[in-house]
Every structure is written in structure tokens, then in C-alpha cells.
């Protein structure tokens, strides 16, 4: 019997809506790189969904390559990227961010998150340092909406870094890799215009939110990172047909799609969460979205290993292992009774 | 009434084999980054075809990025890459090479050719100036099969270059983005595996060739370019769903439809290449695969223009235009009747 | 018997006034990376020389270092540097440009020079190229005075170029490492105030002008090239004893040492010129100022290198070989003619 | 009056067996890029002084440069540096590490040291990592002799830090920028021949000992770094006039100079520490070699600001300034004497 994998939100194919709409178009023909009608299509309707009539907005393939494309793009050359030490961009990109030449400066997180107080402190030391300037200039800050411990800013915490940001001369970058699961939580109060009107620059996931691939980048003022077409190209980010990215977008900004499929999802997992807590199970830590961290034995973590794929998340001690499970747009009730079954 | 496009062999979707296939595993559950059953069986198929049963397989997602990905991987710090001057990395991919750190050695071409005495001159050149250790030593060679001027390198002159690159200690890497229209060209003599014996990289190209998306990276020799994995993640190319390539590459490889998918559109281009000529239409210059290179006065041009989503390729005087016209996997007899009713 | 030298302007120490000034400050104290007073100084006598009274001035240890931390600190991510193709940037350092990320596009010389109209041709093609937002974008241009060749461009000529340059937006840079030559030759009209008017950047040479090294980098529009400091610690170029090289350029600009030291090395390379020529020596083409050019049959440059040292130029044809020889500001009457009875 | 300064050990010009040499030799001809008979005689004698007659050695002009190419030339481009927080590369280069393109993975220290412990712990973490291809590898770590904190490594330190390189594939590479300071030091037991046995390549600093500038960096083990000329030449590191260095570390390798020029400083630095503590002075942290770590009350500190430079190192606690001040080879009984009158 197959196991059941809860292993991540990336595990499955893309959203019905999307495969159908993939399908139907197929045979027609549209230009390359993006130029297509779908692509534009979809960009309107981003614009619309953010409420940034002028915003610029460019699909990209994965978040590695968003990130590095987007930080090279938005970093002078004597800058580098605040990041929590946590952050996707600081542990999980095999160094592509200083590929492209930006060191990443890394300060302490909770749960994920930066807070703007620490931010502050940090570059309020930076340019107290008589020799600043033999030192990594903090250009920009990345957040990650939720981040990778499936918390997420609340728009007090949002405007605060933004506040910092703005007072140092800093962009704000907002990694939204799994953006659709904080849009469908329950205590988030962050809407997509919000991230427009305090974020430089953001993406909007599509790979972790029911496309096959696909990043959708924002640039709320438009015109602020100039050449960003090129830069894509140069930084090999372009796909010729951009139309397999426009079409999936399309597809997930038409009737508020991308607004109400992580609902869904979150759902589940606090129904998983009340489960598992009821049956005895300790949370690793509580995260709103759609990632659950339970703490296992490594007794519990061997047995359940043989009829449920769950992801690593780290050790805490000799005797336990902290595992993740998440849902996403496509799991059923189905799967998480089975889920519920097994553990 | 929509025009007709012969602009180029990505204008349309996926083959309808890759399709199906897409869909019918929507759901299914894989692991991600390219560890997936899909990825697995695409690469075995593609070791069989290349005769090739050590090869590392690994699928990117265009042809900029696999270029820079590849020759950043293969390159030492301190060398670059020959190239055609009319080459695809020398020109059209906004300086990805040079963002990766390496230089673009240009060479004189004969329709888009390298030739290998005018590389073997170039290095000897090289080796014999007392100063070369203050120059970019050349590491590898880039050609493209078919070129960017739609010809092809008869195996003959493959073993040329190849054996050039063994003599100075270069590598050899083809870029096969059109590869499939190379395969199905009655006058073409070399195969995959040819290009697995003659090349240390090579790639054989899935977005022009009948994929949405991506390109196969073949490393024939096991081991050979240590910790690509890692190097692809760094250069933003590695795929959270790498099933989305895994599949494509399965379908391309089953019952040889990537061997055969080329054919029908190089006698296309065969078949329109002798009716336009027959019209009067000059050819401005002959090339064997599916892209064909019309010499057009400005008039015609324009007019054209009205009913023909074309190509521009260059000026060759002030009353001339030159254009390219391609035909595809997905271009049909009906296509081909339209377009020479309009020319 | 010790060779005589002409091979090039960099095989003798220091100016004697240099060398004096070093020995005499040797034990002061000063602060470091080039914040002392000698620094100081040195810059406010290069802004006074120059007609360029908010300049900023920067001291660097070499040619390849300067044009490297220059060129990746003007040029935006996405452009590359316009070149001679047989400019410093394009042959001889080893890919220095490119391993800061950019392409040097290179156009056809004379004599070393670029013309302007050969510039904004390339760049009037460049923007109508449809697909111009797919190639490296044309930054800065980049040229020697004098050049490679010898030649110096004329006040007229560095016009045009500045005029190209500014009506495409592209930067103009001045690679000045024999600049004490070019203003020593008679027929130069090319003022030390027309660079800082005319150049973005330019740099004032240093090693091969009477220094043991350094380079002084002059921004005529202050603050035109933000935290170029910083730039230049993070390319490895910044001196943690600066003071060496304000010392040196405080004793070159010191008594106008260094607009006149190059007259005598250019007057003694004209007198060696019709020497030759009256001995029957052809010259390979003719430079104003402090380089040789001699075409040498080869026996002539096997018997005459038993005793002399020349620099190889290159081979014209089977039986020739052209030689480059330097005077510089240490040659004597005496090597000169040492060097006419030798040959 | 003019103040004393103790701010560093490099506000003064060269030793002045340096200086005699580079006076006495400055009309001489020679080759150019480090070719001459100067630089082959220093490398001789560092290659005698080292033990290790087969080794490599180079002359670059500062620290930064120095890591900058030498890292960016052993490491692979998957690969990052391991380096203490504290670490110079990791701190005050203003990213010239990342400008490369490589990662400074940083750990915890002990007064600027690195455990062998801790690093073997981090390793065996990141390969027990299931992920670890999507991480950087740890290629290289390096340590600096002394440290940035005057600490220096005992050779049983060395030896396991070596230990565990070797174990896990990874260079060790030894920044010497003090290096005379902890060869001149009682304590110490690392001798040239140990730091040539044991790390893959470390450098010799000159410009805080004794010179002008340079920087030798000895490559123990012959063609272990290929084209390294080649790589110095792309990162703008080499000299024209090379011998500038060439002859100043000739002198410092004549008569055993380098070997001894270091411990009157350290003598002073000790008879300063002594004197200090028995005035009432609270050393911040205590280290062996040339630099001294007082902690002032900030009346303190202002008040020794009129008549004394000291480099600031941090603020402890809102009432306290902690202050470096360093010796070196330059500094004289009287100005000791000068400096326990100040304080």
C-alpha cells in the first residue's frame, strides 16, 4: 500500500481549473517570454487583486531563483539582505544569493519572523560603527509571508519593518512562496494591497499554491527596479513560453481562486492539530498556517515512518525528532482521516 | 482574422502525448527536486537512447539557464568558453555567462558553425603567446546542434572539434535546445549517441522540441561535474516540482516520439523551402533542419506583415529585409497550405 | 653584459622626488586606508590640476584593479562595457570584467582607437534590434589614453565620444595608465580639466609613470559614484597603508612633476623613431608618444634580442616580427644611445 | 602637540632595512608581474624559511585581496568558508568574500578562535543533513594567526583543526596578516614549517609587519591551486611593479628580519599590559601577542582621546569603552615610556 505523504505542499500536480485551462489552450499560438495575452491577462488581474493599478509584475519559475533574481536586481553592489537566520534565502539556497555577489546578514528570528525592533537595533549599530564602511551595507530586508515555520506577520508587525525600512533607506522584500495559505488563515490580517503598498517588492507562489510552477513578482511602483526583464534574462529566470506561467496565473486570479484555496487547507490543519493534540500528541511549536510541527519519540518517528512520508525538521534532543506535515489546496477530508488513522 | 505564425517552434503548447500524461498523473503524489519515479524513468529512457547507461541526467527549465548553469559548472574560475560569434550564449542571454564570471571567446562562424581548424588555430594562438597566463584560458567549447542559422555538424566535423577539445584540454558541450529537429533531418548523420561519445555536456532540448518547458542535461561521463545538483540549485534552476520535467521527458521518450517529432516539420520546411523559391521568393541562405531564412523586399515585408507573424533575422541593405520563418512539431498541412497561400 | 631594457615603462623603481619623499616620511605616523594628510593633499592637488574642485579622488594599487572596481561600480547589472577589441579590458586581465559580472562588447579600432561614429552606430543598432531587452545593455565605454597602440585621442574625438555617450546614456571611462605620456607628446590637445569634463571617470596612472605603484581614480561629479570606498575595499583594492600612494601622487602633482615628466621619455621615443628610420628600420606604424613600434625581420630580432629586451608585438607574416620598445620618464640620453649603437 | 598613537601596526612606513634596499635598488631594471630576480630570491628564502622547498609562494598587496583570491581559488563554486563570527572575512571586507560568489559560514569562537570541535560538529551536522545538497558545502575554513583578538592558536590546536579538515575534505587556510606578532611571541609553538605542513595555504603578511605593503601567500604543496597566477591576474591582485615586494620581503627573509622583528613588540606589548594593570587598569580580555585590550570608564576614554589615538573595539555596557592598542616593529622604548605618562 502506498504511504500517505504529508511531506509538503508541493507534492501534487496543480489545481483542476488550471490543468483544464492548460489543456484548452494548447494548440494556440501567442509569442514568447512572457508577451503573451494570458500573461497579460493575468498580470491585469494581479494588479487588480493588489490594488496597484501601476504595479509591474513578472512570473518567474521557483522561489530559489525569485529570490536571487530579485535581491540581485534590487541590492546596490555594496549591499546585502537582512534575513532572519532562519530565512529560506539564508540556509536553503545552496549560497545563491551570494552567487550573485550579496552577502546575506542574518539576525535572530522567533518563530520565523523578523522582528522590526531587532532589524532596527542591528542597523542602528551598523551605521554607529566608525567603520561602516569597510562593512556589507543592509540594503534590503526578507520576510517570508508565512514564513518557514508557517507563522506570518500581522499587519501591525508588517508596518513596523516597513517603518525600519524606510527610515534606513532599506527595500522591503516579502518571499510569499506560500502567500495563498496566509491569505486563507483566519488571524491574518494582511491582504494582498497591503503587501503592494508596504512591500518594494513581493511574490505571490504559485508552485506551493496549486500551480505546476510559478512565481508571480510584484513591483508596486512601477518603473523602481529598472531593466528587471533583462536582469531575468541575464540571470537565465526567462522561460520562452511564458505563457505556461500566464495561463496558470490566469487561471488562479480568475473568480478569486487564489484568494479562497488556502482556506481550505489551513482548515485542515487545525482540524489535524485538534486531533493530534486530543490523541496526545505534542506540537513542536503552534503555526497558523498550513504546516503542522509535532514533536515525536524517535520511537513514534521510526513506526509512523512506515505508512506516512512526513518532512525532517530537526532533532531536540537524543530520545525525540520534530517532524513537519502539511496540507495544501488538494487534500481531501480523505487524507486527513487516513492521516488521523495512522497516527 | 488572426495571422498565421511562423515566428518560431515554441509559439504553441506541449505535445498531446505530454498532455495526457500531465493530467492523468495531476494528483498522484511525488517527492520533489527531481527525486520523483517520472524524473527516474525519463532519465533511464534517455540513457537508453543516448547508449549512454552511466549518464547523469538532469532536467533545467531553458535554454539560457542551462547554459549558464552548465558551463559555470564545467569551467574553472579562470577560463571561458569558445563560442560562435553568432552563438546563442554570445549574444541573446543578456551576459548570463558573464554573470556567472566567465568570458565569451568569439570565433568567425560559417552559418552558425564553428569550424575546427579555426578553433584549433585560436587556441594554439593562445598557447603560443608568452602572455597568455595574464589572458581567459579557453576551458570548453560551445556549439549548438542545430545552430542558431537552423544548420547541423555532420559527425565528421563533431569528431574534428571533438578531438581539438581532448588535444588542449577543453571540454565540449553542445546545446541542443532545437536537437529534435537536428534528429529529424534526412542529411543529419550524427545521433544521441554520437553527441554522448563526443561531448562532455550536452542538452537535448524539450520547450522547442514538443515540452512546455525544459531541457534534458546530459553528463555522459558519471561524476564527471561534481555536485551539479547543488551548483543547479545555486543558479536558481532547480524546480520544487521536478515531476513537471520528469514527465514531459517520459512522454518525449516513449516509443521514440522525441526521435521522430522532428521529421514531419523539417520536410515541412523542405516542402515550403521548394514552393517558395518556386514562387520567385529568394532564400538567403539554404539551412537543413525547420528554419527557413527568406530574403523579402521591404514591400513584401510589409505586407506580409499584415497576415504573418514572422521572424526579423536582419537588414542586409536599405530596400531588403531578411526574415526567419519555423515550423514545428505542432505545425500542420493545412499551416503549411495557409502560409503559401499568403506568400 | 647586462641587456639593455626598452621592453617596457614599468622596469625601473620610483621617481627620485618619490623616493625621497617615502624615505623622509617614513616614521611618521598616519592614519590608514587612505585618510591621511598625504592622501589629502595629493587629492586636492589632482582637483586643482584638473580644473575639478569637488572631485573625488581615489588611490588604487594597479591598472586591471582600477579598471575592474571602476567599471563594476558604473556599469548597472544588466550593461557591459564598450571596448576596442584590442582594449586592456578585452585581451590582457584575465577576464577581470567578466568575473564582476559584465561582457565587454568589443568594436573594431584604429590604431587602438574607437571612433565615435563606430560607437553610436553599434548603439543606434543596438536599441533598434527588436530584441534589444535579450542582450547586454551598452553601460559605459571605455578607452586609453593614450592607447595600447600610443595613440591619443584628440580633443575633437574625446568630444564626439562624450557626445555619443551622453545622447545614449552610457558612461565614458579613461583608462590613463601612460596619461603622463599622452600629456607630454606635442601633439596632444587633450588638457587633464578636458578628462574631468569630459569623463564620467577616468584614472590618472600611476606605475607606469614615475610611481612604485598606484593609480589615481578621478570622479569629476562628486558623489556621482555612491560608496565607491566601500566598492573598493569589497573588490580587494583598498590599501590598509594608504599613505603610500598619497605620498607618491602628493610628489607627482607637486611642482607639476607629473605633466612634465613625460615630454622628455616622448621626445627621446621620437629621436629614437628617425634614428631607426634613417638606419633603415621600418617602423611597424607610428605612435606619438613614448612606445616604438619596429617591424624586425626575424634574424634581425634573434640577433638583436642577444642584446637588447623589447616586448614581442606580433608576428605579421612568417618572416617578420614586430617589436614594441618604451622610453619612459627614467631613460637617459645615454640608454638611447646605447640602444642606436645596438641597433 | 602631536598625538601618540598607538591606534594600529600600521601607521608607520617600512622597516628600514626595507627602505635602504628599495632606494639602492630603485634605478635597476627588471621584468615586470612578480617575474623579476627580486621576487624569486624573497620566494627562495620563504620557501627555506618554511621548510617546504617545492611550495608556491606569491606576493599580493593586502589582507582582504589576499582571502578574497585565495578563497575564491580553492573553493568550489558549491562551496562556502567556514570562519569564526569574529573572523575578518566574515566582518570587516566589506563582502569581498561573497563578491566572489562564495558564502562565509560563520561560528561561534573564543576569543577569535575556532574550536576543532565546533567545526567538526557543524560539519557532521551538515552532511547528517538531509538536505545538504540544497545547502553550501563547507569547502575551506579560515583562521587567522593571530587572531583579529591577538589570541593565537597552540600547534595542537592546529593540528586537530587540520585533523578535521582532512577528515572532511576541506582546506585549511591561515590568515597571517599579524603573523611576525605570533612568531615574535613567548608563547607560541607554531612555527613556519608547522603553518607549511599544516594548512593548504596561508600567507605571510607584510604591510602589519614591517613593509610597505604584501602579502606572501605560500602554497605548501606545488600545483595544488592551478593557474593561480591566472586567478591573481582576474581578481586585479598583481602588480605591475612586482618587485616592489619582491624586494621588500627579500629583506624581511634576510637575516632571519621577518623571524624577529616581532617580539620587542610583544615584549612592549607585555611590559604595557603589566604597567597598566598596576596603575588600575582593567584589561578587557588578555592575549599574547601585539595588541592590548583595555577596558576604559568613558571619562576615561575621552579624556586619553586629547593626547592618545586608540582604535575603538566595543562599548560593553552604557558606561564603559573598551580600547585596542597595538604595538609593532616600529615602536620604541620611548614611546612606551610616553604612553604609561598619558595613561
Not at 549591499?79 to 546575506?104: D, L, N, P, R, W
Not at 518603473?223 to 526583464?229: A, I, R, T
Not at 505534542?282 to 504546516?291: E, I, K, V
Request: charged share 20%.
Amino acid at each position: 500500500m502506498e504511504k500517505l505523504n504529508f511531506a509538503s505542499d508541493y507534492t501534487q500536480g496543480a489545481h483542476p481549473a488550471i490543468m483544464k485551462m492548460l489543456v484548452e489552450t494548447n494548440l494556440e499560438f501567442t509569442p514568447g517570454y512572457g508577451t503573451d495575452a494570458y500573461c497579460e491577462s493575468a498580470k491585469e488581474k494581479i494588479r487588480l487583486a493588489c490594488g496597484a493599478p501601476d504595479a509591474e509584475v513578472y512570473f518567474l519559475s521557483g522561489g530559489t531563483q525569485t529570490n536571487m533574481t530579485v535581491l540581485d536586481a534590487i541590492l546596490a553592489k555594496y549591499e546585502g539582505v537582512i534575513a532572519a537566520e532562519t530565512g529560506h534565502v539564508s540556509v536553503h539556497e545552496a549560497g545563491a544569493i551570494e552567487f550573485t555577489g550579496h552577502k546575506v546578514l542574518t539576525l535572530p528570528h522567533t518563530l520565523g519572523k523578523l522582528d522590526a525592533a531587532t532589524v532596527e537595533n542591528y542597523v542602528k549599530g551598523f551605521y554607529a560603527d566608525g567603520n561602516f564602511d569597510h562593512m556589507v551595507f543592509p540594503g534590503a530586508v526578507y520576510i517570508s509571508q508565512p514564513t518557514e515555520f508557517g507563522t506570518i506577520y500581522s499587519l501591525r508587525e508588517l508596518e513596523a519593518l516597513s517603518d525600519v525600512c524606510k527610515q534606513y533607506g532599506m527595500r522591503l522584500y516579502a518571499d510569499g512562496a506560500r502567500l495563498a495559505y496566509a491569505l486563507g488563515c483566519p488571524e491574518n490580517d494582511v491582504t494582498l494591497p497591503d503587501l503592494a503598498r508596504l512591500c518594494d517588492v513581493f511574490y505571490i507562489g504559485g508552485t506551493k499554491c496549486g500551480a505546476l510552477l510559478g512565481e508571480a513578482v510584484v513591483i508596486p511602483k512601477k518603473g523602481s527596479v529598472p531593466h528587471f526583464f533583462t536582469i531575468i534574462k541575464q540571470h537565465g529566470a526567462l522561460l520562452a513560453k511564458g505563457r505556461v506561467m500566464g495561463i496558470q496565473f490566469d487561471a488562479l486570479f480568475t473568480d478569486n481562486l487564489y484568494l479562497t484555496l488556502g482556506a481550505p487547507a489551513v482548515e485542515k490543519a487545525e482540524r489535524i492539530k485538534k486531533a493530534l493534540t486530543e490523541k496526545g500528541y505534542t506540537l513542536y511549536f503552534d503555526a497558523p498556517t498550513n504546516q503542522i510541527y509535532v514533536l515525536l519519540t524517535d520511537e513514534q518517528y521510526a513506526s509512523l515512518g512506515e505508512k506516512l512520508i512526513m518532512s525532517f525538521w530537526e532533532k531536540p534532543d537524543e530520545n525525540h525528532t520534530a517532524v513537519r506535515l502539511a496540507t495544501s489546496w488538494a487534500t481531501t477530508d480523505g487524507d486527513v482521516e487516513k492521516l488521523l488513522t495512522v497516527m
